[in-house]
Every structure is written in structure tokens, then in C-alpha cells.
């Protein structure tokens, strides 16, 4: 079973900073593409950043130069890194995988896509 648990999420003043994390569980072979999302109450939920395996990382422009995904492998989590945080940036985030992963029985694997059950952030003025 593969879970995806985010974490560090809170409230922040404008300006500051927050990191959050989406690690992964279960038995792992690869995270291959991941987002990260946000919906603010009463909007939809957009995509902030996309970092797709291989490609190049994309994130929406109200957040370009602010925030920044990175990844540990070794440890199967991904990060978002937020600096300069401002008050429209509130919202519940959320990570999205598509992850491949070993089944129960030997010799077999399965992809899927899997979201994190969000972490709320506020960012007060």
C-alpha cells in the first residue's frame, strides 16, 4: 500500500517562509511525476508546481521565484520550499505522484497516482 503524508504546514507572516514535505511510503521504486496543488476556500484547486521525472520543473507564475520543489530520493519525499510568502498564498496544499512500486508478489510492480490529504497554510498580513 503506498501512502503519501504531507507535513509542515502553519501560519506565517507575510514574508516569511515555510518548507513543506510529501514523503512517500510503501515499497518504493520510483516517484515519477509530482505536483504540488493548493486550493484556497471557495477556488478551485490549481496546480502550483509540477516536477516532472526527467523534465523540467514548472510552477505557476504567482509563485515563480518564490517557491521551489526538490526532491531526496533516497528518503522517496519531495519538497516544496516557500520564501516570500504572501497572504493570497493561503490555502490547503496538497502533493500529487504518480508512483511506481513493487506488488506483493515477487517480480511484480504497479504505477499509480496518489494524493496527500493536505496541509494547511496561512499567511497572515
Known amino acids: 500500500q503506498v501512502q503519501l503524508v504531507e507535513s509542515g504546514g502553519g501560519l506565517v507572516q507575510a514574508g516569511g517562509s515555510l518548507r513543506l514535505s510529501c514523503a512517500a511510503s510503501?515499497?518504493?521504486?520510483?516517484?515519477?511525476?509530482l505536483g504540488w496543488f493548493r486550493q484556497a476556500p471557495g477556488k478551485q484547486r490549481e496546480l502550483v508546481a509540477n516536477?516532472?521525472?526527467?523534465?523540467?520543473?514548472n510552477y505557476v507564475d504567482s509563485v515563480k521565484g518564490r517557491f521551489t520543489i526538490s526532491r531526496d530520493n533516497a528518503k522517496n519525499t519531495v519538497y516544496l520550499q516557500m520564501n516570500n510568502l504572501k497572504p493570497e498564498d493561503t490555502a490547503v496544499y496538497y502533493c500529487?505522484?504518480?508512483?511506481?512500486?513493487?506488488?506483493?508478489?515477487?517480480?511484480?510492480?504497479?504505477?499509480?497516482?496518489?494524493w496527500g490529504q493536505g496541509t494547511q497554510v496561512i499567511v497572515s498580513s
Open positions: 516536477s516532472p521525472s526527467g523534465g523540467n520543473t
Open positions: 510503501g515499497n518504493i521504486i520510483s516517484i515519477n511525476n
Open positions: 500529487n505522484a504518480d508512483i511506481s512500486y513493487r506488488g506483493i508478489l515477487k517480480g511484480t510492480s504497479y504505477r499509480g497516482d496518489y
